[in-house]
């Protein structure tokens, strides 16, 4: 398990897969859910092909792994998005803006499997029922979606 | 109102000069061909044309629902003023992807119930409104950038992902009154810890050490004046005295500049302190050139929260109406802090997904409490929504007004309708939900 800063942020692929409402789609998956990481830090991690970051709190996310020039040794970054969110914390430092960058997170290698949108959610948020309630939630089954205008 | 920029040919609906709902920028020549099936697109980026594709998109909700099931509006509206009206500490969330009109409405029916209202501005560009307050802004709008500026400083923002065509319409590659000759007229700076696509593009990357933008920015101030720099200054910024010298000499050296500044400010550690030494190393430009400071506002109406909650009660963002008047406290009233310390009992959340874009502490709060959504599409804020009332597309199914990234106010017309009848638009929801919230609730 290696120290590291966390950035997120967006991307412009990441940015057309949520603004076109297609945030529980595979796209998402694919623009929001890695981790870019410099080549030294990637050797060192050993070669992961999936990585689990965790935060202050215990609470953990895993992703794919991307070795990457962009970064700088120490640091890796994640498109914003659900999978980021999982392990940003809430300290505002009383400003209302949580802590999106610059997160002291741990980072090891892993064996996967990065969790699908829906799945992340209710493995998330399950508490009062809601996450059960969402699955009878009509909308979400793709083969009798809400009525398309044509 | 031009209504010659929309045209009707059969089926088919042509429209020019269109505002894109999606980024700070408000682009406002996009072009909107649409037939029963399809949307085409000019002049719109990658996120804007996604958004446009919302008007034909298979997964649009088009009905109301309680708990998943669908019901009635009649039987949607009654339910979310019942929570409302129930709630003794109600949150209300202005996003940021609608009209000015929607939001005074919403910023309304908070007034009313005594609640708690924030808007996306405060995740996002919060600490800088909270710099502008503490230092000043110097500031000018996108059009002087685009005729003036031959120095952009993009400080922790990376436009060429976040705004696409930010770089292309206002402030690199284009020509300009003053800035003939386009991007050979100008220079680039950019601030990043990461090797950006935007920071690939700069004359200079600054490629400071991530959370050291407040040591970094005081670094540059002290070498604006001649003075010489603390010896640690490398080993804590991560970046070598000459290249702090050499953006020193880009500033003193340019015309007009500006310093865009991103969320690598405002959402690292040190926050609004960050944004307030940027604004003052600004003001300290302003002694040998003529220098600006903007904000890269994500959204594109997130600036538009601030003006119209500053215009209604007198505070830009984070406002509880609980004691009958306005009281102010980032930290305290702010969305995340109050959903993270579970302080309150009901959510109103219009246009904005904050099951997806809040960390996970502050989420699991809406799992335990009623949280009603104006949505437009299946995703993270549907999954955490007891009540979800179908959206409106702001700036194509009705008309409103956005704030741009420089404050300057857009009206973005309608060029279709929604596709149901119950609701006209964001506004108008607001307006039928307060008339119910007002008869199950009457001012004493």
Redo the contacts between chains.
Sequence with gaps: MMDIILNTGSTVYQGAIIKGGNKFTEGYVREAAYCNINPEDFEALGRPWYVRVTNEYGDSVVVKAKKTGTQQKGEVFIPRGIWANTVVTPETESTGSPRYKNLPVKIEKCEGPVLGPEALMRANFTKNGKGQEYEAKKYLDKTTSQVSHS | MKTDLVKKEGEVIKCTDVTCP?CGMSCDDCEIELT??SVTTKNA???????F??L????????P?V??E?VSWEEALNAAADILVKAKRPFFFMGSETSNEAMAVGIEIAEYLGGLV?GNA???H??TV?AIQDAGQVACTLGECRNRSDLAIYWGC?P???H?RHMSRHSMYMRGFFTEQGYQSRKMVVVD????PTAAQADLHV?L???KDYELLDAVMVALRGKELNPDTEKVT?VSEETIKKMAEMIKECKFGVIWVG??I???????YNASIAMRLTQLCNDYTKFVILANR?HCNVAGFNHVLSWTCGFP??VDYSRGYARYQ???Y????A??RGEVDAVLCMCA?L??????????HM??VPVISLE?????Q???S?VILPGVLDGMECEGTFYRMDNVPIYARSFTTP?FDFTKSNEDTLKQLLKIVKEKKPRK
């Excluded at chain 2, 405002?266 to 609004?272: L, N």
């Excluded at chain 2, 099951?355 to 699991?364: C, I, Q, R």
């Design positions: 999606v029963p099936t980026c990658l996120m804007g044309d996604a958004k594709q919302e034909r998109s298979p997964h649009r909700l088009v009905y629902t708990n998943g669908r924030d405060t995740i996002c919060g600490p909270m990376n060429a992902d976040s696409p810890p990461r090797r950006s490629q050490k991530p959370g991560g969320l690598g405002a959402s690292t550690r040190g926050k609004h994500g963002f984070a980032p930290g305290e702010s969305c995340v802090d959903l993270t997904d099951g997806g874009h809040l960390p996970k502490k502050a989420v699991e799992m335990d437009i599409a299946p995703g993270p549907a999954f955490v007891d596709p």
